[in-house]
């Protein structure tokens, strides 16, 4: 039977973060996000709309020094409480592909939450900074929670001139491959998506 919550909540502290998140994955897109950097908490906001997946997290970073640290941390804590919301995967569709358009730019994302993680970007930006954010943190996010989240992620920016548009259509088509990816399937809801009855590992 499908589980009445699946939430999950992470407190990270360290010399140069201190991060809470708390997800629920069955909510509806709900989200209270403040990273100190303010393109990430709005690529951040468009994730948790578009998955349906609340999403409140409060960090605060050494950015007197750079973004880096927050970026990368910020993906690793939520990635943890993606895991731990998500208990074996029981039930789980555990496979999402979606693709998305942002004006004139294009991603596709595939991705299995298969609890072995792996990225595969395949995102050029046209430029190395969007606003004060260098955007090679872009693949430190996403490297950082597909990780910490055990996806095997791939996300593909087919054509894009604008960095704000290329940064958003793979946060968006992410979020709607988690979507489909987390929603649980009413025929196989008390079996693990697996022949080998876990996910981890060879399959």
């Known amino acids: 039977m499908r589980p009445k919550t699946r939430v999950g909540r992470v407190e990270r502290k360290t010399h140069e973060t201190q991060i809470t998140v708390e997800l629920n994955l069955d909510g509806t897109g709900q989200y209270d996000i403040s990273t100190g950097i303010g393109f990430l908490d709005h690529m951040l906001e468009q994730l ?54 942002m004006d004139e730019s294009l991603t596709r994302v595939a991705l299995d939450a298969s609890n072995r993680p792996y990225l595969v970007w395949q995102v050029e930006f046209v430029r190395d900074k969007l606003g004060e954010m260098d955007t090679e943190l872009f693949k430190e996010w996403f490297g950082a929670f597909a990780q910490a989240a055990g996806l095997t992620l791939h996300v593909e920016t087919f054509y894009g001139e604008n960095n704000h548009h290329i940064a958003e259509s793979c946060f968006k088509a992410m979020a709607r491959a988690l979507r489909q990816a987390v929603e649980i399937d009413p025929r196989k809801a008390d079996q693990v998506p697996s022949t080998k009855g876990v996910l981890g590992g060879s399959l």
Do not use: C, M, W
């Open 48 to 101: 948790s709309r578009h998955s349906l997946i609340d999403i409140k997290i409060k960090a605060t970073g050494d950015l007197h020094i750079d973004f880096h640290h927050t970026t990368e941390d910020v993906g690793i804590a939520l990635g943890e409480a993606f895991t731990q919301a998500l208990g074996d995967r029981r039930g789980i569709n555990r496979y999402g592909t979606a693709i998305a358009p």
